[in-house]
């Protein structure tokens, strides 16, 4: 059992970034008659979203957050030793986007700067390798970019997944401070469920052809999506986080020796809004201490953990705070985070 | 669980209004308040009733309410 400990190690300032495009879900109704849309809105609780357009990727997006959060914390760049950034929509498929977003942001040749690829639940893996490397001493401050476009990555004619996904990246100033105390982390994968969501079409297994272009119909429903295009089955996801994550929740817990009161918030992933109020009343946890941003911003990927807490937490995170962190996707790969938060400086969301 | 107790546990998980309209034989995916999205509710409902594990495959496997019974029973 993978169970992490860090010490004195926190985040001490974050900033977002969304598209300016607002998608109005009501009205996401090009492929779909208007009473479908409706009622499959109000059961993922999603009503706007945020869509990039063409020219946009998630390292934009996380450049637009990450240039706020120096900006305005007044941060050294020759100080930033190392840049993590998590996709699973990056701007090639070579060379790494971190090593780009190096340059573009000014920061140093000795900056240490990789990628990570894993999907929704990756903040807290993103924070855990950096919280570890910190450990060593050698590095004074790092930067999580944490960013995604799913608007690109699903069809708009496929009704499981059309009205669920958003875009937007975050930064994370990761410092070294002894004010922070022990963070405490659980990260876990299960690889027999790698086809519950996939991109099946344009990797090395399965390489883009005209064959994985083409769009068709792929189920009872009828909706229609190629192979270069996501898909999830909804149902089987559910079922196995509703067993898991409040296992995990609850092993992580034991771990720090701590019980739920002793979280003053509890952020999920924002997946929809069905499967987080069903782990909310099953978990019996106090829902003025679960933030959402899932009505807003809908399901952001691996970047719905810290945009909501950028989002809803920038007036609640002065003094110190125990957040627990939490989420699960595509793998299937989950992850419980306790993390101490000590006035962490939060900026305003910008558009770009 | 009895037969009668279950569908009207079931009728208020997958929001049908009138139970009554509900038997051993009657067909769930051809009811009006039946949509994708109902296996998640059907879902929940297996979980939180019976403690039981019901994947996607299993529901597609069920045509009767009865055979949604011998699902839970299992």
Partial sequence: MAMLKYEGVGITAMAAAVPHTIINNYEYTQYFPAEQVKEVVDKIGVYERRFADADTCSSDLCYAAAEKLLTDNAVDRNEIDLLVFISQTPDYRMPATSILLQHRLGLPQTCTAFDINLGCAAFCYGLSVIYGMMQSGGIRKALLLDGETRSKVYSPKDRRSAFIFGDAGVAALIERDPKFGISYFSLNSDGSRGDLIMIPGGGYRHPSSIETLKEKVVDEYGNIRSDEQGYMRGGDVFNFVIREIPRNIKQTLEFAGIGTDDIHYFVFHQANNFINSYIAKKMKLNPAKIPSTIAKYGNTSSVSVPLTIVSELRNSLFGERTLLLSAFGVGMCWATGIVPFVDCKISEIVEV | ?74
Wanted: charged share 30%.
């Fill in chain 2, 1 to 74: 669980m009895e037969l009668k107790e279950f569908i009207e546990k079931l009728a208020e998980a997958i929001e049908v209004e009138d139970a009554n309209i509900l038997n051993e034989s009657t067909n769930f995916r051809e009811l009006d308040e039946w949509s994708s999205l109902s296996v998640m509710l059907l879902i929940a409902f297996y979980d939180e009733e019976f403690g039981k594990q019901i994947g996607d495959a299993d529901i597609k496997k069920c045509v009767t309410v009865g055979d949604l019974f011998n699902l839970a029973n299992k």
